[in-house]
């Protein structure tokens, strides 16, 4: 069975600060990876998907995904954190096809002025 | 650009009573989801639906659940009896792309319901 680890329910970062959101993900067969973000108030949008293409993963808005799966990780990062960035943020998993997602527990992003 | 977009964004009711929830996928999708996020906890997934009928289920999808797409646009989740514990958010999703693996799925803004 499929599922996903986010570490830490709330990180907070400093403006222009690295983000780093973690997730560690369990799969028996080859996964289907994908972050999502909810702004307050609004529905779930896609950051970023990995597919079994290369294994780095670049998203809307300047966020970035890496696959380890030697560490069975696929951490979020975004080099410089902007105010606009505060939000909750998915990890998720899939198991391929139009198949459902199984979603980590979410991580609420604060950053700080 | 194309979006899901769900109705009411706030339902309340009371427990016992059937409820609706109504969900306008993009329009040339082909696969459909509800998904639910209890307060504090995570998103969970309720069913999938392709080809006018259920494709998968999960263990929270009971008899009290039910999935139709009435007509070429709407896509409704209904709970017949509903319970304290059904107070969820509620996300509507499609997508769209046939057999492709990792598939987005688009998300809707959500239904709040609460029962009281």
């Known amino acids: 069975a499929q599922s996903v680890t986010q570490l830490g329910s709330h990180v907070s970062v400093s403006e222009g600060a690295l983000v780093l959101l973690r997730c560690n993900y369990s799969?028996?067969?080859?996964?289907?990876l994908f972050w999502y973000v909810q702004y307050p108030n609004q529905g779930l949008q896609l950051l970023l998907k990995y597919t079994s293409a290369a294994t780095l993963v670049k998203g809307i808005n300047g966020f970035e995904a890496e696959f380890k799966k030697s560490e069975t990780s696929f951490h979020l990062t975004k080099p410089s954190a902007h105010m606009s960035d505060a939000a909750e943020y998915f990890c998720?998993?899939?198991?391929?096809?139009?198949?459902?997602?199984?979603f980590g527990k979410g991580t609420r992003l604060h950053i700080l002025p | 650009e194309p979006e899901v977009t769900q109705t009411p964004s706030h339902q309340v009711t009371q427990m016992g009573q059937e409820v609706i929830l109504r969900c306008v996928p993009i329009?040339?999708?082909?696969?459909f989801y509800w998904y639910r996020q209890i307060l504090g906890q995570k998103v969970e997934f309720l069913v999938s639906f392709y080809n006018n009928e259920i494709s998968e289920k999960s263990e929270i999808f009971d008899d009290q659940f039910s999935v139709e797409r009435p007509d070429g646009s709407n896509f409704t989740l209904k709970i017949r009896s509903t319970k304290l514990e059904d107070s969820a958010m509620y996300f509507c999703?499609?997508?769209?792309?046939?057999?492709?693996?990792?598939?987005?799925?688009?998300f809707g803004p959500g239904t709040r319901l609460t029962v009281l």
């Open positions: 329009s040339n999708h082909l696969y």
């Open positions: 998720a998993v899939g198991v391929g096809g139009n198949d459902k997602i199984i």
């Open positions: 799969s028996s067969v080859p996964p289907y």
């Open positions: 999703a499609s997508s769209g792309e046939t057999g492709l693996a990792g598939s987005e799925q688009f």
